[in-house]
């Protein structure tokens, strides 16, 4: 806060004052022993305040200052009016903590402790020859070593457990991860977009989305021809990222279109991501040793925009 300078009088410094903030200057007046100092809080607005005072001093009886009053006093009843609605939307950080987050959470925290377990029975990454491995899966690795017949590049082989009817392999691949940085990342996100979705929207919803993003981004990955490049597909793939993109998409789409679920997630993070996921199309990761499943991350993501905007397609159909 500067001192810009000083007017001779109460009357003349707060009709000043109140010129300032119909200006969007935010400024004070204090008394000192025969004048009042004005003081200009931002620096930005120094120059400004400054030559305003120049003016004024000129020609104080100015009616633009007598009508300054009222101004200044109805932007300040319209801040002050602002600040209260604002409070009221607060969470209370205090009893947030105080509540057991996996209590509001339980699905987030078992999926989680799931990933967390199945990675160290898989040998911490995804060791073929593991249980759990070859239970959770796409396609047994095992059959790539009991059979030379069996094709990878064959549909009916790649479903070849699945047609047996071990149909949780459809969704289990998101519960293996392939080293340490991959589960940790893959978890960080999950628990940042789970948590809020099934603390504001409920376990059930949560679930849902998360069994279809999983069962169709899952599918695309690994039915998808292997001859499509980094869009082709197969049965080795693994991790949980199709449905955080899935719920990075259910998110942005509510945090757009409404907001009044308060659910909300930044532009910020939704752009490192999308870019992320562009990366891994663009194969410009491939030389630090980070293959993704393309595929997987786009069909999530885009299943996730469907489910979040599919409300407003609703509600435009209606007469």
């Known amino acids: 806060m500067r001192q810009i300078g000083v007017l001779p009088n109460q009357i003349q410094a707060e009709r000043f004052i109140a010129f300032l903030t119909t200006q969007g200057v935010s400024a004070q007046a204090e008394p000192e022993e025969d004048s009042w100092a004005i003081w200009v809080r931002d620096e930005d607005h120094l120059e400004q305040a400054k030559d305003a005072l120049v003016r004024f001093r000129s020609n104080p009886d100015d009616p633009r200052y007598a009508s300054a009053l009222r101004e200044a006093r109805a932007i300040l ?8 609605e604002a409070s009221k939307n607060v969470i209370e950080m205090r009893r947030q903590w105080r509540r057991p987050g996996t209590r509001r959470t339980p699905l987030v925290t078992a999926t989680i402790l799931l990933c967390i377990v199945v990675f160290l029975l898989a040998g911490l990454g995804a060791n073929p020859a593991s249980t759990a491995m070859r239970t959770l899966a796409f396609c047994d690795p095992a059959h790539a070593i009991a059979s030379e017949r069996w094709d990878p590049e064959r549909l009916s082989d790649r479903l070849i457990d699945i047609r047996r009817g071990q149909v ?6 998101v519960f293996l991860h392939a080293g340490i940085m991959h589960l940790a990342f ?23 989305i998360m069994l279809v993003v999983a069962l169709l981004s899952n599918l695309a990955q690994g039915l998808a021809p292997s001859e499509w490049g980094r869009f082709g597909g197969g049965p080795n793939f693994m991790g949980i990222s199709g449905v955080v993109y899935g719920l990075l998409g259910y998110l942005w789409m509510k945090s757009t279109f409404e907001p009044e679920l308060g659910l909300y997630i930044s532009n910020g993070m939704v752009a490192f991501l999308v870019v992320w996921m562009l990366l891994g199309f663009a194969g410009a990761l491939e030389p630090l040793g980070i293959r993704m499943a393309n595929l997987a991350h786009g069909v999530g993501f885009l299943v996730g925009l469907a489910i979040g905007y599919a409300p407003q397609l609703v509600r435009r159909g209606m007469p």
């Open 168 to 173: 949780w392999r459809l969704v289990t691949p």
């Open 186 to 208: 893959n978890m960080f996100m999950f628990h940042m977009f789970g948590s809020m979705i099934e603390d504001r929207r409920g376990t059930v919803r949560l679930a849902l």
């Open 77 to 84: 009843d319209a801040e002050q009016r602002r600040r209260e």
